[in-house]
């Protein structure tokens, strides 16, 4: 590997890899199906990576977009972004070609580097920026001689990541360096994380929590973290049995197919030190048979705007503390804020704001999205919670109309514009409702329209909803579509016409009530 120069005291974070593996040269970085890589192969990976894009042209605040599944390449165009002083945007590989459209006509990458399964749907989105098809051998880069210089430093932006919308449209959260490595530190005290440790990586790299929660604070810590490239329970499993993680973040969805998995009861997961979850409300029955098995389970709260880990629950305090969040993290903040700006007392509820070095610096390309986010240097999170006396962090409600479903974020307004396009709807309005699998799901309730007028036939109201759910084919993930839709006479509204949400929702569960259905919905 090259000398890579002398590093100052704000080095950027590929530099932390190049000191771990001056110290532990031949402990594995990163695991990937067949392959470890230890760190001295990782760092050149890396270094290798950072001449590629600076060969390619990409310079101090260029925007390089990566799309596919988890790899370790994922990782090494984030380390080499942050050694240019460039910017890394990962895409959701589960949206729509028009949704990455929109993603990249917005951020105007200078490059959007492919993996291979996905090199079909990257020619399908039609982006302006060069396209890059990037092998699955770590071997097919050469570590330039002398490397790049080093222009990035804790100041520079790294990572863009794209979180839906409240307006229809995505916003992109822009994270620097700085935040990244204060979110390490977060990390660290939730797990007492150490390079001893053994990080298996489940949650797609796209997100922040797959990738901030464990992932990269274990490799700047110096441990070693194995990537799975999609979950699979039974797949899962196996990985903790061969490998011996000893940490790993499940979504709620995916702790209760664990949990379900015909292998859960007698697999050896001694290994474990805990498992950490987030990204949604947590219910008791997804972790009670964890628990049952001596495996605690702690959580991460937060969101893309805070890297994420605002406030988190370690597992050696989740049992004495069941239903909370945890107590805020170390490098940040937590104010529980009435309608009318105070502090709320203990027991009171109120919105959660987030102050620190690991909140975003702003919306990119959106200063009145970041100015209503950011109240003198608060991030206002939108969800609702109390603290108890001892200062225990609880989320009560969300005070946006976001729906998390298996860990993904939905917002209805992008769905409501589909249906703003159509005659089969007078009025429609998109609200989430509760699901054993997902958590929750999204469901359209919709006041007929000219093209859908009632019909003599048993099944036209089925056959209309089919046209219904059609729309969303081809314009938006798959995860986002609407498992149902529920026809009303006339949606609640109050006096200045907004649709009362809460109503909408309270009948949805009064209906779900009087006539249960135990079906599961799939995806």
Known sequence: MSDPGPLSAGADLAARIERWAD??????????????????AFAG??????????????GEGDRVAWLGPNRPAALRLLLGCSWLGAIYLPLNSRLAPPEHRWILDHAEPSLLAVDSAFAEHAASVGAKCERHIVPDEPGWLMAPDPPPPRRGTPAHPVLLAYTSGTTGHPKGALLDQAAMSANAVNSTHAHDLTSKDRVLTTIPLFHVGGLNIQTLPAVLGGAAVRLQRAFDAGRFLEDVEEWRPTWTVLVPAALAAVSSHPRFSSADLSSLRGIMTGSSPVPAAVTRPYFERGLPVGQIYGSTETAPIAV????????????????PSTMCEVRIVSDEGRDVAAGERGELWVRGPSVLREYWNDPQATADAITDGWFRTGDIGHADADGWVFIDDRSTDMIISGGENIYPAELEEVLSGTDLVAEATVVGVPDERWGEVPVIVAVRGSASARSAEPRADEGTAADLLRLFDGRVARFKHPKAVVWLDGLPRTALGKVRKHEVKAMLTQRRSAAPDDRRTER
């Not at 110290?23 to 001295?40: L, M």
């Not at 001449?51 to 390619?56: E, I, M, V, Y």
């Open 23 to 40: 110290h532990r040269p031949d402990a594995v970085a990163v695991a990937f199906e067949d392959v470890e890589h230890s760190y001295r």
């Open 312 to 327: 988190h629950l370690r597992c050696d305090e989740a049992a004495d503390h069941p239903g909370s969040c945890g107590k």
């Open 45 to 58: 990976q890396v270094a290798a990576t950072a001449g590629w894009l600076a060969a390619a042209g990409v």
